[in-house]
């Protein structure tokens, strides 16, 4: 096996890896090890099994598959349909919010509420649905129909474009990348990646851009603004990352996964006093939750529940051997899991149809029944502890402090009430631009090396960084979300985050939340009447490994931002379909991806773009 110092930056990684070694646990490092090396033809992208003439692995010997289609033709019919899985994944997750949201309406959720009344009337002000006079639950409801409408074919545009510039929506129309409805774009891709069907790279690479749309502008951000409503809109606080929140004396539960509609209901019913009461009998002093990945991101950003860890710390968390259950939901919830909490006393609960994991206990969880299934779990959690192996029990480190729970609401008033001090601020100098880094852990790269040195490297420049998925828990567990953080930045940036009391980093949610980014974005281009591509701004997924990423990529680079990527997704086999992702773009959307693994040359990178862009603002001579 590889030695642990090259597999992560983090010291409780490396003894919780250390302990999977000796108890005998295999990893997702192991198996990377086993899988090594990967197909070349799947890394570039030209292996086809889009039928059955095939599968086909075309080359410069056999440059076309047995329908006739060539390396090009391939490559974008992969990546288009790897997108496509990506905005299917986070708009399924708006859509279940949408349904919640409906299961309020009709009364048929008794443990879900309109938390935020003004921020839904405003919703539906932007949506253009009346809502001046009428009953809460009447706006609801035309909301909710609205949000099902843009997930169909009738509609010209998603509802949420009345946000983006009128520049860039006229190049969207001109390209034929307006995003009509989410499920339509979706099956669109599926229908033209079929045999026979579209067979022109750049026509497929189009389309995957307004599927790509549709989820940023689309489901995502239904998915972020529907969870604001029904939970809360998140507002600064503070908090504690990494596995040293996992405590020795209670019972630890982690929620997994990406969507707050279960896992807000297992905070609420692990404060249950019953539940309380019977923990304290079986020795426990009390019931502790902690998050994994973006459901953790969410519960820490609304309720301030710590962060256990990152992608690659889902495994190792169950290692420490004192988590009693793992609660999950869908999405980046690594299958071995299930042997992991095997090999302890550890419950792996699952709880959506559709992200089953054989041998894992099963609750089909319904808005109707929540907070008693949300009961059941807490109570399967509190008896396993009885189960614990004291001699097994190894928790490393001490929780480090972050703070977190900056909604675009928040920021704003802690602005004092308008996106104005951030621009001067931005026009003075003081924060030059900005940079987005999302997503996730790839354990092809040293863990989170990449996501913790290009934030650094890009604070010291003034350039601020705003993040959302696995990389909140990075930048937090480097020391990075706290004011004390803008020590490590340069002087204006400092300068400003330090009058603010904020850090140079900012916690801005899970990955759906990415559309917080995008909106931010389409507000200060509104305020300056620019596009969003005349922005000093960047986004970057230094680790990603996901469907997902890939869609958020490529709608930050439709919507007109400046893309960085660690490594490439499998594209290289087509050198068409390269150009255009890596310059091609350029000319179409005003931006384009960049790959690039050293993160020195990355924040180069985007500080000679921030540049220009200040420049061509008239900001810098
Ligand atoms: Fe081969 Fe063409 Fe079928 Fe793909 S669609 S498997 S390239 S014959
Ligand atoms: Ni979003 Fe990436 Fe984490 Fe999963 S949770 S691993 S897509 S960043
Ligand atoms: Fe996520």
Redesign the pocket.
């Known amino acids: 096996p590889r030695p642990i110092d090259q597999l992560t930056i983090w010291d409780d990684a490396k003894a919780m890896i250390r302990k999977a070694r000796a108890e005998g646990i295999e990893t997702v490092h192991e198996r990377l090890d086993q899988q090594t090396p990967h197909c070349k033809f799947c890394e570039l992208g030209t292996t ?9 692995r ?1 080359s410069e010997k056999k440059p ?6 060539d390396a090009d ?2 490559v974008a ?1 992969n990546f288009g349909r790897f997108v496509t899985g990506g905005a299917a994944g986070h708009s399924d997750h708006g859509r279940d919010l949408i349904e919640v949201l409906e299961a309020i309406v009709e009364g048929e959720a008794p443990d879900y509420k309109i938390t935020e009344e003004g921020k839904l009337r405003t919703i539906a002000g932007e949506i253009g649905i009346k809502e001046a006079g009428r009953d809460i639950m009447d706006v609801a409801k035309d909301v909710m129909e609205c949000f099902f409408a843009d997930f169909g074919s009738r509609k010209k545009e998603v509802s949420f474009l009345s946000r983006v510039p009128q520049k860039r929506k006229d190049l969207w129309a001109k390209l034929g990348m307006t995003p009509r409805g989410v499920d339509r774009e979706i099956a669109e891709m599926m229908h033209r990646t079929h ?2 069907c579209d067979n022109d790279a750049p026509n497929t690479l189009i389309h995957a851009a307004r599927t790509a749309l549709a989820d940023g502008w689309g489901g995502s951000m239904i998915g972020t603004e529907l969870s604001d409503v029904i939970f809360g809109t998140p507002k600064p606080r503070m908090s504690t990352a990494n596995l040293g929140v996992i405590k020795e004396d209670q019972v630890n539960i982690l929620v997994h996964g990406h969507n707050p509609v279960v896992s807000e209901q297992i905070l609420a019913a692990a404060r249950d006093p019953e539940l309380l009461a019977r923990a304290k009998e079986l020795g426990a002093s009390g019931i502790n939750l902690a998050g994994l990945c973006c459901t953790g991101n969410e519960l820490l950003m609304r309720q301030g529940i710590p962060m256990a860890g990152n992608h690659l710390m889902t495994e190792l968390a169950i290692i420490t051997g004192a988590v009693e259950a793992i609660v999950v939901d869908y999405q980046c919830i690594m299958p071995s899991l299930v042997q992991v909490a095997g090999c302890y006393h550890t419950k792996f609960i699952d709880t959506a149809n559709k992200a089953r994991f054989t041998g894992a206990i099963h609750f089909d969880f319904q808005p109707r029944t929540a907070m008693q299934q949300a009961k059941e779990i807490v109570s399967i959690a509190v008896e396993a502890f009885a189960e614990r192996d004291a001699g097994r029990v190894e928790i490393p480190g001490e929780p480090i402090e972050i703070m977190t729970g900056f909604s675009n609401e928040a920021v704003i008033e802690a602005l004092g009430g308008s996106l104005d001090p951030l621009i001067q601020a931005i026009v003075a100098g003081d924060i030059k631009g900005a940079v987005g880094i999302v997503g996730c852990n790839n354990p092809k790269i040293k863990h989170d090396s990449l996501n913790v040195g290009l934030a650094k490297e890009l604070i010291k420049r003034d350039i601020l960084v705003i993040a959302t998925g696995c990389v909140t828990t990075a930048a937090g567990k480097a020391g990075l979300l706290v004011p004390g953080a803008i020590e490590m930045a340069g002087p204006g940036l400092k300068k400003v985050c330090g009058s603010l009391g904020i850090p140079p980093v900012l916690h801005y949610g899970s990955c759906v939340d990415n559309s917080r980014i995008m909106q931010l974005c389409a507000a200060l281009a509104n305020t300056l009447n620019v596009d969003i591509s005349d922005l000093p701004v960047g986004a970057s997924s230094p680790e990603w490994y996901s469907e997902k990423a890939a869609a958020i990529g490529l709608y930050a680079v439709a919507s007109g931002i400046y893309t960085h990527l660690g490594h490439p997704p499998n594209i290289l086999g087509s050198e068409t379909v390269t150009n255009l992702a890596v310059s091609g773009l350029e000319d179409l959307v005003g931006a384009t991806f960049f790959i690039e693994p050293d993160p020195v040359k990355t924040a180069d990178l985007f500080e000679e773009r921030i540049n220009a862009k200040r420049k061509g603002l008239g900001l810098d001579k």
């Open positions: 086809c099994r889009n039928c059955t003439m095939g599968p086909c075309v076309r598959g047995v329908c006739g289609a033709v391939i019919r045999m026979g």
